[in-house]
């Protein structure tokens, strides 16, 4: 196995029940787009909705219909909206998040077609600037309630942009504009606005429904704090070659690093094109038998060099494997090696590691 990802569902469904235990009596929904944040929603969705996950979150249609076959029973949301697809959206289920009037229009339009009521839930724009009704489509709405006809609004629900900034006085902003325009609008449905690091904000962001994705998979959603969940995620890498270097000599494209003492270097099969990220060159780090060795030169596209001075001669070999994602280096080290967030990371790891899941009741 030259690259392995190994997933701990038992810590995906502990994670889960964790943050499920700490908001109740709001649900805790689970957010699963981009497969899972790239672990495998085939594996994911079924252990979390065995644990009894009810709401599912994805990112498009696509998702939401791959995930309908995997997850019968629950709720599926939407987040891009029906986005011209609202005959699949209906015929599967799921539930289109209404992100503008225009959403709002067409999903009225098909359920007025099909003489429905058909849920959805709302997305009011509080500060993301992004997705969501903005306020003067709220302001219409609020007017005129006949624009919602044929829509059963299940949940209000808007996004935080600083919520992994404790202190950042814009969630408050946003926890009190989302609470003032929710109750102006002509509904009555749930609200939700935390996701992952909201959730740690306090019970004052969790309102009925969360939607963590991160937290889920073992991504920190304190970046300032020890990490809260438990860790998912496991990337070993196999040991090609070990070179002797005893004369000074430089090391992959760009001849980038120079070995100056003699020493020992190990090539791993891992790459940028695995989603072992090129800004990680000189700055990464592995963990080959408890010790911590660097990423020496640039990032190949399927080969990585490590540093393995440090180690004793003769006690690395080609076959061994060198942990580059573990309990002693998380993703959320890797990816501040990179420059970049654990979100990248994971959804970054290509489909050429080999998937092994341990725990799990399936
Ligand atoms: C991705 C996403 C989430 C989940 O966010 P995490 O930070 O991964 O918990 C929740 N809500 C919306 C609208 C999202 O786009």
Known sequence: ???????????????????????????????????????GVERVAPELAAAGCATFFVATI??????????????IAVLAGPAGAEAEAESANLIPVLNSLEQVIAWGAWAARRAKMLPALLHLDTGMTRLGLEGTEIERLAADPALLAGIRPLVVMSHFACADEAGNAMNDRQVERFTRLA??????????????SGIFLGRHTHFDLVRPGAAL??????????????????????????????????????????????????????????????????????????????VV????????????????????????????????HGIDDLA????????????????????????GAA
């Open 217 to 294: 998979y073992g991504l920190n959603p304190l970046p300032s704090a020890t990490n809260p969940m438990a860790p998912v995620v496991r990337l070993t890498a196999e040991i090609l070659q070990v070179r002797d270097v005893d004369t000074p000599m430089t090391v992959g494209y760009g001849a980038s690093h120079r070995v100056a003492q003699p020493g020992r270097t190990a090539t791993a099969a891992v790459g940028y094109a695995d989603g072992y990220l090129r800004s990680l060159g000189n700055r990464g780090y592995g963990i080959i038998k408890g010790e911590r060795v660097p």
């Open 297 to 328: 030169g640039r990032i190949s596209m399927d080969l990585t060099c490590f540093d393995v001075s440090a180690l004793p001669a003769g006690s690395v070999a080609p076959g061994d494997r060198v942990e580059l994602i573990g309990p002693g």
């Open 183 to 196: 109750a102006g609008l002509p509904v009555a449905a749930r609200r939700s606005l935390a996701a992952s």
């Open 336 to 359: 501040a090696e990179a420059g970049t967030i654990g979100y990248e990371i994971l959804t970054s790891l290509s489909h050429r590691a080999t998937r092994r899941f341990v725990g």
């Open 62 to 75: 696509d998702e939401g219909l791959q995930l309908r076959g995997l997850v019968p029973d629950a709720a």
């Open 1 to 39: 196995m030259l690259l392995e990802l190994t997933v701990d569902l038992d810590a995906i469904v502990a994670n889960w029940r964790m943050l499920h235990r700490m908001v109740a009596p709001a649900e805790c929904a689970a957010v699963v787009k981009a497969n899972a944040y790239g672990l």
